[in-house]
C-alpha cells in the first residue's frame, strides 16, 4: 500500500513563498507520474502541476511562472516550490501519485495566503 504524505503547508502573506513536500511510503517516484491538485472551500478539486515520471512538467495557467513541481526519486519525494503567492492560491493542497492505472492521494496540507 503505498502512502502520500504532504507537508510544508501554513500561513503566508501575499508576495511569499512556501515549499511543500510530499512524501511516499515506497519507491513509487521512479515509475509513476506525479501532481499536486488543490481544493478551495466551496470549489472543486482542481490540477495544479503534473509530473511525468520522465519529468516533465506542466502547470495550470494560474500558476505557470511562480510554482514550480520537482521531484527527487532518490529520497522518494515531490515538491511545489511556489512564489508570489496570491490570496486565491489559498485551498488545501494534495499529492497524487498515479502508477499502472491505480490513483494514490495523500491527505492534503492547507495553505492561506492573507492579503
Known amino acids: 500500500q503505498v502512502q502520500l504524505v504532504e507537508s510544508g503547508g501554513g500561513l503566508v502573506q501575499a508576495g511569499g513563498s512556501l515549499r511543500l513536500a510530499c512524501a511516499a511510503s515506497?519507491?513509487?517516484?521512479?515509475?509513476?507520474?506525479m501532481a499536486w491538485y488543490r481544493q478551495a472551500p466551496g470549489k472543486q478539486r482542481e490540477l495544479v502541476a503534473h509530473?511525468?515520471?520522465?519529468?516533465?512538467?506542466t502547470y495550470a495557467d494560474s500558476v505557470k511562472g511562480r510554482f514550480t513541481i520537482s521531484r527527487d526519486n532518490v529520497k522518494n519525494s515531490l515538491y511545489l516550490q511556489m512564489n508570489y503567492l496570491k490570496p486565491e492560491d489559498t485551498a488545501v493542497y494534495y499529492c497524487?501519485?498515479?502508477?499502472?492505472?491505480?490513483?494514490?492521494w495523500g491527505r492534503g496540507t492547507q495553505v492561506t495566503v492573507s492579503p
Open positions: 515506497r519507491n513509487i517516484l521512479l515509475s509513476s507520474a
Open positions: 509530473s511525468t515520471s520522465d519529468g516533465t512538467s
Open positions: 497524487k501519485a498515479m502508477k499502472f492505472g491505480v490513483d494514490y
